[in-house]
């Protein structure tokens, strides 16, 4: 009778173990499925102890769930949130060239709330952004710094804004190299050819000369989002809608 329940009771523990596990797996590949294993749909970097909402649609074919962000870019909303590096810039990249292939004529709506990244990984939203045809609207909330501000600034004239509250900084590229002398040459070199290549995009959208640009981008340069309208960096602050 003893050894019974013994067999009952690993059965019972075998059972709900390989629930478990068939659950986790479950989730695992619905994560996965919207992105969220490694980089949501707004490009940030997911957390175990993250909650991000889902939302329901009902359609003719029944209920669908949507993770929100994936459900915002049905409406054609990227939310850029935290810091950019390759994995954040790639699935703003993908989604970018995704919209464009939705439609050439509605805008783009770019939320940007960044300290700033790699360079280079932001050039490669930067220069995407440029290339494709459908007019990209940019707004902060939040915080624009470093590359971050630069992606602001890179949006449709006349649709540049930053919500009231948020924060603008614009300074010059750092990072740190060490090795062979002839290399960390060769590297002082490329940031310092990156810190020029940066004053003229800063001055191509903020139509200031880039004596202007480099003196302002020297150290930290913190703005509000008045401060920033009148360098250039945006075109209006934005206002309750309706307003």
Do not use: W
Not at 10 to 35: D, I, K, N, P, Y
Not at 201 to 221: F, G, Q, V, W
């Amino acid at each position: 009778m003893r050894m019974r329940m013994g067999l009952a009771r690993c059965r019972a523990q075998l059972l709900s173990s390989t629930t478990q596990h068939f659950a986790s797996s479950l989730l695992t590949r619905r994560m996965e499925a919207v992105g969220l294993t490694a980089v949501n749909a707004a490009g940030v970097i997911a957390r175990q102890s993250s909650l991000i909402p889902m939302v329901l649609e009902s359609t003719g074919r029944g209920e669908r769930a949507f993770d929100i962000f994936s459900r915002l870019l049905q409406e054609r909303i990227i939310c850029l949130n935290g810091a950019i590096n390759d994995e954040v810039s790639a699935v703003v990249v993908a989604q970018l060239l995704f919209l464009e292939s939705q439609s050439v004529d509605k805008p783009v709506y770019l939320y940007i709330n960044s300290p700033g990244g790699q360079v280079t990984s932001g050039l490669a939203i930067y220069d995407t952004m440029q290339f494709i045809k459908p007019p990209v609207a940019t707004m902060c909330v939040g915080q624009a710094c470093s590359m971050g501000s630069l992606l602001l600034a890179a949006g449709a004239s006349g649709m540049r804004r930053a919500l009231p509250n948020s924060r603008i900084m614009i300074h010059q590229p750092s990072g740190g190299f060490s090795g062979q002398a002839s290399d960390i040459e060769i590297h002082a070199r490329e940031i310092l050819a990156l810190r020029e290549r940066l004053v003229q995009l800063y001055s191509h959208h903020c139509a200031k000369p880039p004596e202007e640009i480099a003196t302002a981008h020297e150290r930290d340069h913190f703005m509000t989002p008045s401060e920033a309208c009148s360098f250039g960096l945006i075109d209006a602050v934005a206002g309750p809608r309706g307003s």
